[in-house]
T-cell receptor
Framework: GNSVTQMEGPVTLSEEAFLTINCTYTATGYPSLFWYVQYPGEGLQLLLKATKADDKGSNKGFEATYRKETTSFHLEKGSVQVSDSAVYFCALSDHGGYQKVTFGTGTKLQVIP | GAVVSQHPSRVICKSGTSVKIECRSLDFQATTMFWYRQFPKQSLMLMATSNEGSKATYEQGVEKDKFLINHASLTLSTLTVTSAHPEDSSFYIC???????????FGSGTRLTVV
């Protein structure tokens, strides 16, 4: 079955530091890949997505590239801000967005001033 | 944008009682809603898919009689945890399809504690 593995947190960074949150996946076929973010007290929000190999998703300074050869979708940001403190979930779905979504365990990011 | 309201955000109940969690789409109609459960330091696990006007589809291993799902209108789905026990304590979160191809909007979740 499908699975998503992401690095365990929490991750604590100083403001303006570089962020990488690793995510690897196992899936049959060619899944779509997502990063969701959950700010304290709020629901999950779609941060970015990629639907095929070598696609790069980007939003709010975050980027992730769909790497089929390494089955990875690592999240990066060049300079984090305190407001980026949240829990980040890597996820995949088969054959498009209406299918079942499989989530990773989530990685908590704390950015300190 | 599409908003899903989930209530309550936290609930504490006694063992043996039932608890109802509501998930409402505020500014759109949601024909399909999803219910997830998250254990500490684990993934969100899909429990069931709820379709308006029909029976929910449960994932393997989820007890239908314990986790009752009702989706009676296009804007409301409810999850009732019946005869709750301490092992049902968890974080429950709903999501709804917004109609976009990759459109899922999530509620803010409910922290259930059974004592």
């Amino acid at each position: 079955g499908n699975s998503v593995t992401q690095m365990e947190g929490p991750v604590t960074l100083s403001e303006e530091a570089f962020l990488t949150i690793n995510c690897t996946y196992t899936a049959t076929g060619y899944p779509s890949l997502f990063w969701y973010v959950q700010y304290p007290g709020e629901g999950l929000q779609l941060l970015l997505k990629a639907t095929k190999a070598d696609d790069k998703g980007s939003n709010k300074g975050f980027e992730a590239t769909y790497r089929k050869e390494t089955t990875s979708f690592h999240l990066e940001k060049g300079s984090v801000q305190v407001s980026d403190s949240a829990v980040y979930f890597c996820a995949l779905s088969d054959h498009g967005g209406y299918q079942k979504v499989t989530f990773g365990t989530g990685t908590k990011l704390q950015v300190i001033p | 944008g599409a908003v899903v309201s989930q209530h309550p955000s936290r609930v504490i109940c006694k063992s043996g009682t039932s608890v109802k969690i509501e998930c409402r789409s505020l500014d759109f109609q949601a024909t399909t809603m999803f219910w997830y459960r998250q254990f500490p330091k684990q993934s969100l696990m899909l429990m069931a898919t709820s379709n308006e006007g029909s029976k929910a589809t449960y994932e393997q291993g989820v007890e239908k009689d314990k986790f009752l799902i009702n989706h009676a209108s296009l804007t409301l789905s409810t999850l009732t945890v019946t005869s709750a026990h301490p092992e049902d304590s968890s974080f429950y979160i709903c999501s709804a399809q917004t109609g976009d191809y990759y459109g899922y909007t999530f509620g803010s979740g409910t922290r259930l504690t059974v004592v």
